[in-house]
């Protein structure tokens, strides 16, 4: 048998007292670390205040708030307002690149506008198209709202809208009436025909002539020719050597309504050409205010209004040709003003 074998009891022994001594020291540690956690002062000087440190800055930085912190723009010595955070803007001269530019001392760099007018708006003149610029996305350039006298900043304040009414085109109706038949005094009844570029016929029937005074078109016929136009009478007139009968038509269309033609009767219709007559529209564009892509369209002798879905409406399309409008504007004194639009090409 072995060692072991033979002195059980005494390696029992020792083993119990080792385990003991063991458990002991552990234990008197644990107690120390308890002790240590729970010291009033980690540096372990012990202490009764219980107060935060730097606690009183929270008061301090709460009394900041109540304290007016906007930024207030100063001036320099002269007058001019100083930026906050660049100071008076300063430029050079592309001929002398070491000589410093002061504006309001300086030459106009962008006649006729002064350089005080930058500098008042705030806008860099900086740049060689700087009067071309846009500053506010209203469609005027700076030129065009200095010589206005409107705000270059705000797109709500801007010259005559006017001025950036573009012409596109007409959209014409080409039409003829023609009287037919031989008034008299007795019986002044008379015939009409219609025709027109659209391809629109419109006669009366020739067994019910059409009495003065009164509505013709009134059934059966298209649109543009319906109700439009009023017989008022003829009149016999001495020409040369001829007696012509001019028949009196009055038009009833909305904006034309009142306008009196005379048509000689039965005119030969290699003339037809000289008694022609247009319904015109003009074809638009407002090149302000983000408008340029939308078309709108105006007929003759109707008012409207810029933008063309406000209000009041202060222009009157007085006359409409292939290659120019004429606008007559109602100024706010009740005077008018007429504006002639060439095509845009």
Do not use: C
Request: charged share 30%.
């Amino acid at each position: 048998m072995s060692w072991i074998s033979d002195h059980y009891e005494k390696v029992a022994l020792a083993g119990t007292l080792v385990a003991a001594v063991a458990l002991g020291y552990t234990g008197f540690k644990m107690r120390s670390s308890v002790e240590k956690d729970f010291a009033d002062d980690p540096k372990g000087g012990g202490s009764d205040n219980v107060s935060i440190k730097d606690g009183d800055k929270v008061a301090l930085a709460n009394s900041s708030y109540l304290i007016d912190q906007r930024w207030v723009q100063g001036e320099d010595g002269e007058g001019r307002p100083v930026d906050l955070f660049t100071g008076v803007p300063l430029f050079v001269d592309k001929k002398s690149p070491k000589k410093p530019v002061d504006l309001p001392k300086s030459d106009d760099v962008h006649p006729p506008i002064p350089n005080k007018w930058w500098l008042e708006n705030r806008i860099d003149p900086g740049f060689g198209d700087s009067p071309q610029r846009d500053e506010d996305s209203d469609g005027f350039t700076n030129l065009e709202e200095f010589e206005a006298n409107t705000d270059p900043k705000d797109s709500s304040k801007h010259p005559n809208l006017i001025l950036k009414l573009a012409y596109l085109g007409d959209e014409s109706v080409k039409w003829v009436l023609r009287p037919n038949g031989y008034p008299t005094a007795a019986t002044p009844d008379i015939n009409f025909e219609y025709n027109d570029t659209k391809r629109v016929r419109v006669k009366n029937p020739a067994v019910e002539p059409i009495k003065p005074n009164t509505l013709f078109f009134k059934e059966d016929a298209a649109k543009e020719a319906k109700g439009r136009f009023k017989y008022l009478g003829f009149e016999n007139r001495a020409e040369g050597e001829s007696n012509i009968d001019y028949i009196k038509v009055e038009d009833q269309k909305p904006n034309k309504k009142g306008m009196v033609y005379e048509i000689p009767a039965n005119f030969r219709l290699d003339n037809t050409a000289k008694f022609t007559k247009y319904d015109r529209t003009a074809k638009l564009s407002l090149e302000a205010l983000g408008l340029g892509s939308q078309e709108f369209k105006v007929e003759e002798l109707t008012d409207f209004a810029l933008p063309k879905d406000t209000e009041p409406k202060r222009f009157r399309m007085m006359e409409v040709s292939p290659s120019r409008i004429v606008v007559r504007e109602t100024l706010e004194d009740g005077s008018t003003k007429l504006h002639e639009i060439a095509k845009r090409p």
